[in-house]
C-alpha cells in the first residue's frame, strides 16, 4: 500500500496536521478494503515526523454508516473468513487508539454501529449539526458496538440506543458533553484544522507521550494511573523539547520543537 494512493481513504499532510477522509460511496460503509486501508493510513501517519496530529472524516453525507450490509447480504462465508473480517474491524478502530498522533474526530453526517466505534477510538471530537450516531444493529437482526458506545455514554443510553436502534444527533451530542463543539456543517473541518493546528504546534514528543499515558491509565486506579503519569512527567523533563520550552519561556519567546 501507499499512503497518498490509497482507494478508499484519502490522505492530505499540510502544516504538521493530516486530514484522513473516509471515501467509500456512497456512505462510507466499512468494507474489508476500508478497514485495511484505515488501518493502514494510521499506522503510517504514526510514523511521520511532519504529521503532528490527525483529522479524521468522511465524504459526503456519511462519517461511517456501518459495515456494508449489502456486500454481505446472503454471503456464504469461508472457513475463518467471517473471523478475519472481525479481527479487521477491531484493528482499524485500535489503530485510531494506538495511533501516536492525537486524532480529532469530526463527525459530518452519520456513524453508526461501526462508525460510531470509529468516533469513540478518536480522542477529541466535533460535530456538525448533520451528525447523527447510533447503534441500529438490532433494527437488522445484528448486534456490537456497545462497548465503544460506554466510552461516549452512561448505562441507561448505550441500553436505549442498542434496544431501540434511536440516534443522537449533533447537538444532543454537545448538550450532553460528547463533543467539543457542534457546528454549522461548512464550518466543521475548517474548526477541525484550527484545533488539529493549535495540538500540532506543541512539542509532538508531549502529545505522543499524553496520549501514550491517557489510553494507559484510563482503567487505572488513582493511584497507579497518577504514578504512571509522574513517570512520563520525568521522562518528558529529560527531553530537548522540554528544555526548549522553559527556556522559552524565560526568554519570552515562542518555542521551537524538534521532537527530541
Not at 478497514?35 to 462519517?63: N, P
Not at 526548549?244 to 520543537?257: G, L, Q, S
Request: net charge neutral; aromatic share 6%.
Amino acid at each position: 500500500m501507499e499512503l497518498f494512493t490509497l482507494d478508499t481513504v484519502h490522505v492530505v499532510i499540510t502544516d504538521f496536521v493530516a486530514v484522513v477522509t473516509m471515501d467509500n460511496p456512497p456512505v462510507n460503509a466499512q468494507s474489508d478494503q476500508t478497514q485495511e486501508e484505515l488501518t493502514f493510513a494510521m499506522d503510517a501517519l504514526s510514523d511521520r515526523d511532519d504529521v503532528r496530529a490527525i483529522v479524521l472524516t468522511g465524504d459526503g453525507k456519511a462519517f461511517c454508516a456501518g459495515v456494508d450490509i449489502k456486500s454481505r447480504a446472503g454471503k456464504v462465508w469461508a472457513e475463518g473468513a467471517r473471523r478475519r473480517n472481525q479481527r479487521s474491524a477491531r484493528e482499524s478502530y485500535h489503530s485510531i487508539r494506538e495511533c501516536t498522533k492525537p486524532v480529532i474526530g469530526a463527525i459530518n453526517g452519520y456513524a453508526l454501529g461501526a462508525g460510531l466505534a470509529i468516533v469513540a477510538s478518536c480522542d477529541v471530537l466535533i460535530a456538525s449539526e448533520r451528525a447523527q450516531i447510533g447503534l441500529p444493529e438490532v433494527t437488522i437482526g445484528l448486534m456490537g458496538g456497545c462497548r465503544h458506545a460506554m466510552q461516549l455514554f452512561g448505562r441507561s443510553q448505550v441500553r436505549w440506543m442498542m434496544m431501540s436502534g434511536e440516534r443522537v444527533d449533533g447537538a444532543e451530542l454537545y448538550r450532553r458533553g460528547v463533543v467539543q463543539a457542534c457546528v454549522p456543517h461548512d464550518e466543521l473541518l475548517p474548526l477541525a484544522r484550527t484545533m488539529a493546528a493549535k495540538i500540532a504546534g506543541y512539542s509532538p514528543l508531549a502529545t505522543t507521550l499524553a496520549k501514550q499515558s491517557m489510553n494507559t491509565i484510563e482503567h487505572m486506579s488513582l493511584r497507579d494511573g497518577y504514578r504512571y503519569e509522574q513517570e512520563m512527567t520525568m521522562q518528558l523533563g529529560k527531553s530537548e523539547d522540554s528544555k526548549e520550552a522553559m527556556a522559552a519561556f524565560a526568554e519570552k519567546r515562542a518555542p521551537v520543537f524538534t521532537g527530541r
